[in-house]
């Protein structure tokens, strides 16, 4: 399995199946086969397809570590940069189809209405982080503060999700919010889970850290 | 000069003119669909609209014939939405909570038999089977503007009589202040009834001069047909200045009370769905601002702009002096 990771035609494959959400909501708009109300369908959806992806880019990590797939972490650029375009195709289908670019309905709606917040917040985090996603990105900042940068998709993961909730709880309609809280609970709680299994310090520092052992005199 | 002629004005048909027996029998069925379609032609040219081109019923439910309505108000100019719009973007709940659910579900629905209890306070209670309830009033056909508050708006077609003949013949008492209405909630036929998402069976309900008002509609019918399940069948009511969600569907108990009755979406959310409802761009929704719609079927689809809410959907004129004096950022 690790060996198909590494074929040269996975990361276009995957880069492929990664779009397939898009081309299709792109095909329905232009066939007119998003239903009654093609503007709301879109939004919805795009922002389906970015907690989805959140997902998939949080589950990289616990899949590499429990099935021993390094190669998975060669996806995971691509992956959590897929999440940033549904997110903008998300920001850009309602900042144009539900505001019509009306940037100062746009800002009252932000300010006024607490899940725009919110999600808007979730976007505003992200873009550091999609921004520093290039190789010199990370030689410039140096591991150690990529990586803490780059754990900010917790809070960005809460963020969404919260986001969600809010604008379900409109509608009382709670089923779709909870089966993504589970799914990120999961993952995150995998996190924690192999953090205290592993009791190890943070991988930058294991070349300065005490070493275990019997004292050689 | 007289010259006789042999003819005394008695023309023999030929025997290729003799109505077939079939036919003859049947001609009261033939009379029943032509005033439905005289009815829908006679509305299509009044309105100037070519009732095809407007994507109109496809003919697959029983006919429903109402004449053109005199009510002030009840006919809009706008242009319909698309039968199949009107039909398969729906909140209904009982049938699933995504709008293309109760399309797919709601097949389910047993219409017939079906009986609208009337009860409370009122001098003439009673069970109306729906075939007497149909014919309890005139049908008229009523071109309603409808607004949902989640935004988006449509303009249908319906075909029913004012409530207000139906309350008139019941005879409420003094104390009847608000009368409410329960949709049938059957968990074998409505699978998510059970659903947490609201309380069953789902209740509405209007003050009583909001029920006698000549716009509230009882209704029975859409597109010249009768209610497809998924949009109430086979009785419903409409109040065309309110949110959709006042507007109950396959109704099964009218009853006539003295307090105000609590109503599913006010329940659900008491900051977000008060019991009035009224459509009003200056009253925001929690989470969502009121001042605009989408009218679905615009023509622009992804690109049609949102237009301007109006008071009372646009009924100001007809309803407004209901609400005179009433703080409606209170009573929203």
Redesign the interface.
């Known amino acids: 399995m690790n060996k198909l990771l590494m074929h040269p035609a996975a990361k276009p494959l995957v880069f492929v199946l990664c779009l397939l959400p898009f081309a299709w909501l792109f095909y329905g708009a232009l066939t007119d086969g998003l239903g009654a109300n093609p503007a709301e369908y879109l939004i919805r959806a795009a922002g389906d397809w970015t907690l989805r992806f959140i997902c998939i880019v949080l589950a990289v990590t616990p899949l590499r570590v429990i099935a021993k797939l390094n190669a998975l972490a060669r996806f995971r650029r691509m992956l959590g940069l897929f999440a940033y375009f549904y997110v903008v195709v998300h920001l850009l289908s309602y900042s144009w189809f539900d505001m019509g670019f009306e940037f100062a309905d746009i800002a009252k709606d932000i300010a006024k209405r607490p899940f725009i917040l919110v999600g808007f917040s979730a976007f505003v985090l992200l873009t550091p982080l999609a921004a520093t996603s290039f190789n010199r990105a990370i030689k410039a900042m140096g591991a150690k503060r990529w990586q803490a940068l780059h754990k900010l998709v917790y809070l960005i993961a809460g963020l969404g999700l919260l986001h969600f909730f809010w604008m379900r709880a409109g509608k009382n309609n709670f089923a779709e919010v909870f089966v993504y809280a589970a799914i990120i609970a999961v993952l995150l709680g995998w996190r924690v889970w192999n953090y205290v299994r592993n009791k190890k310090p943070p991988p930058s520092l294991a070349a300065t850290a005490p070493r275990r052992g019997p004292v050689i005199r | 000069m007289l010259i006789h002629s042999r003819d005394d004005g008695f023309l023999h048909p030929r025997s290729s003119e003799i109505t077939p027996k079939g036919v003859y029998e049947g001609r009261r069925d033939m009379l029943r669909w032509l005033a439905g379609g005289a009815a829908g032609a006679a509305m299509a040219s009044w309105a100037a609209r070519d009732a095809l081109a407007q994507g109109a019923a496809p003919g697959k439910l029983a006919p429903l014939a109402g004449a053109k309505s005199a009510v002030p108000g009840a006919q809009t100019m706008e242009k319909l939405t698309d039968y199949k ?1 009107a039909t ?2 729906n909140n209904f709940y009982e049938f699933g ?1 995504d ?2 659910d109760p399309v797919k579900n709601a097949g389910s629905l047993k219409t017939r038999p079906w009986t609208v209890e009337v009860e409370g306070l009122v001098k003439k209670p009673g069970k109306y089977g729906i075939e007497d309830l149909v014919k309890l009033s005139a049908q008229e056909e009523r071109i309603y503007r409808l607004r949902c508050v989640e935004g ?1 708006s449509m303009v249908i077609p319906w075909i029913g009589y004012s409530l207000s003949e139906l309350i008139k013949k019941v005879e409420p008492q003094g104390n009847a202040k608000f009368v409410e209405f329960l949709t049938l909630a059957d968990p074998k036929t409505m699978p998510f009834v059970g659903s ?3 309380d069953w069976p789902y209740a509405e309900g209007l003050r009583m001069d909001e029920a006698m008002h000549p716009l509230t509609l009882l209704t029975f019918g859409m597109y010249g047909e009768v209610l497809p399940n998924q949009n109430g069948a086979p009785v419903r009511i409409v109040v065309p200045w309110k949110y959709g969600f006042k507007s109950a569907k396959s109704i099964v108990k009218i009853r006539f009370v003295e307090k105000e009755p609590g109503t599913a979406w006010n329940k ?2 008491a900051n ?1 769905y008060g019991f009035y409802s009224n459509v009003n761009p200056n009253v ?6 009121q001042a605009t719609e ?1 009218r ?2 615009d023509g622009g ?6 237009a301007k809410t109006q008071m009372f959907n646009g009924y100001e004129a007809q309803v407004g002096q209901l609400y005179a004096g009433m703080d409606l950022k209170k009573n929203y």
């Open positions: 719009d398969s973007y909570t709008k293309g988006w947490r998402v609201l659900a959310a977000e925001d929704h929690p989470r969502w601002s989408r679905i079927g689809g992804l690109f049609a702009k949102r």
